[in-house]
């Protein structure tokens, strides 16, 4: 029992600091400035739930993915958690990752799909760490991860709903610390991951 919930909260842990609803708070705020109340729901309702089912697929595809391009668990570790780390790195000097980066779209009903769901929410390192997390382990470990994605999206899109607060009564500044802070856990976690994927390469 011990084991699940200290696995249940590093899982947390990290999508939280990969995904920080807090952070992206401002960019939905502004792809969304000039639109009423519904139609933002609407797009943070797709974005959330676009967002869970990209990562799911990866989640409980990700062996099979792994067996047809002959990745090896090491490997993957290793280059994701460089990725993961350079995520984190950008987001402590205040910079809007390289990663996540992505255009306006033209139309509305775009902005669900591109940026938000891809890649702001489901991007690249999000991707990387539900993996992760899912290949250390049986069938519950990936229950777990996905239960923990689900509720990360419900928080951001709460998050989403009540952005215009949230940035009132943070404000930028608080905002920007939080990114920090998180920034740190990422590069963190990306650190850890590329120390296990050595440890599985050479000593395993």
Same mark, same amino acid.
């Given at each position: 029992?011990?084991?699940?919930?200290?696995?249940?909260?590093?899982?947390?842990?990290?999508?939280?600091?990969?995904?920080?609803?807090?952070?992206?708070?401002?960019?939905?705020?502004?792809?969304?400035?000039?639109?009423?109340?519904?139609?933002?729901?609407?797009?943070?309702?797709?974005?959330?739930?676009?967002?869970?089912?990209?990562?799911? %697929? /990866?989640? @409980?595809?990700?062996?099979?993915?792994?067996?047809? !391009?002959?990745?090896?668990?090491?490997?993957? *570790?290793?280059? +994701?958690?460089?990725?993961?780390?350079?995520?984190?790195?950008?987001?402590?000097?205040?910079?809007?990752?390289?990663?996540?980066?992505?255009?306006?779209?033209?139309?509305?009903?775009?902005?669900?799909?591109?940026?938000?769901?891809?890649?702001?929410?489901?991007?690249?390192?999000?991707?990387?760490?539900?993996?992760?997390?899912?290949?250390?382990?049986?069938?519950?470990?990936?229950?777990?991860?996905?239960? %923990? /994605?689900? @509720?990360?999206?419900?928080?951001?899109?709460?998050? !989403?709903?009540?952005?215009?607060?949230?940035? *009132?009564?943070? +404000?930028?500044?608080?905002?920007?610390?939080?990114?920090?802070?998180?920034?740190?856990?990422?590069?963190?976690?990306?650190?850890?991951?590329?120390?296990?994927?050595?440890?599985?390469?050479?000593?395993?």
């Amino acid at each position: 029992m011990d084991n699940i919930l200290a696995f249940t909260l590093s899982v947390f842990t990290g999508f939280f600091a990969i995904m920080n609803p807090i952070a992206n708070v401002p960019i939905f705020a502004s792809l969304t400035d000039d639109l009423d109340k519904a139609t933002k729901r609407s797009i943070s309702k797709r974005a959330t739930f676009t967002a869970f089912i990209i990562v799911v %697929v /990866f989640v @409980v595809l990700g062996k099979f993915i792994f067996e047809i !391009f002959g990745i090896t668990i090491p490997a993957f *570790k290793i280059t +994701g958690g460089i990725l993961i780390f350079y995520v984190g790195f950008e987001m402590l000097q205040s910079k809007k990752s390289s990663v996540k980066h992505i255009k306006e779209p033209e139309t509305q009903e775009n902005i669900a799909i591109s940026p938000l769901a891809i890649p702001i929410l489901a991007g690249p390192g999000t991707i990387v760490t539900a993996m992760n997390f899912a290949s250390q382990g049986n069938y519950m470990n990936i229950l777990i991860v996905i239960g %923990v /994605f689900a @509720v990360m999206c419900i928080l951001t899109h709460i998050a !989403f709903e009540l952005g215009d607060q949230i940035v *009132k009564r943070l +404000g930028k500044n608080i905002i920007v610390v939080i990114g920090k802070i998180m920034g740190l856990i990422i590069a963190i976690i990306g650190t850890n991951m590329i120390i296990s994927g050595i440890r599985a390469a050479f000593f395993e």
